[in-house]
């Protein structure tokens, strides 16, 4: 039961809603396929992660992002600190408070996810795979924890595994899509191994065409997400079939997403490569009618 005012508590998950509606291009169509309350659960999670990220690629200096995130990482742990701790004023950590409540989600998931994100204030490069590993855990991956609370499993011990990899999977793809925008702000995410590999140097990410080697590359990394979808997928059969709609339309778009950059040619240093919305619904019912990946 929750401790809220009922009405305050609507007002709070209808903020995420329209959070929800205005930012999550992707996400939007994967979240309507849930019932209702699992529907508001997932936008409360997506709007506090909207914050962080918002702070983290926002403008000002280094110093103060990480004083602004450090402020709403402690804000978050003090409204999921427990029934015994004051009602937050803030709609989204009102709404967040009480999907940890109902789902069971443990506070650190959040605090994870927190710090991961503050990873974008450092810029320091990616020396190998595993570096990076541990940033998209953060960011991503501890994301698919979450998510896998409000969809509900059947607590297989390999269930958030898959729940982490279809998370990790994702991330890559907005990693890889991302490039020429991130080497714009001053962000390398490729790892430096892998860089090295394939004789790839910073500069070649700020031009206009992607170079023989960039293109080599990106196909690399591209080939390492698709193994992460893979093992992500293992994760729809624990979930009953209405929640596990959401994920799978996620995967769906996304892999999607992944096949458009390399159909363009890996055309992704000044360009970003998108689907359609048409393209988006059209998966979204496929997966509901049961055709994707048939």
Known sequence: MSEANPDALAAAYEECGRIVTREARNFAYAFRLLDRDRRRAIAAAYAFSRRLDDIADGSGSVERKREALAKARAEAAAALAGNGAALPTDPVLLALRDTAQ????????????????????????????????????????????????????EGGVHDREHAVALGLAMQLTNIIRDVGEDYARGRIYLPLEDRRRFGVVPEDLGRDEPTHAVKRLLAFETDRARRYYRKGLRLLPALARRPRACPAALAAIYSRLLDRIEESGFDVLRRRQSLPGSEKALLALRVLAGTWLA
């Open 102 to 153: 109902r789902f069971g989600i443990p506070a650190s998931y959040f605090d994870e996810h927190a710090a991961g994100v503050a990873r974008d204030c450092d810029d320091d490069d990616y020396e190998t795979f595993e570096d990076l590993y541990e940033y998209c855990y953060g960011v991503a991956g501890v994301v698919g924890l979450i998510s896998v609370e409000i969809f509900g499993h």
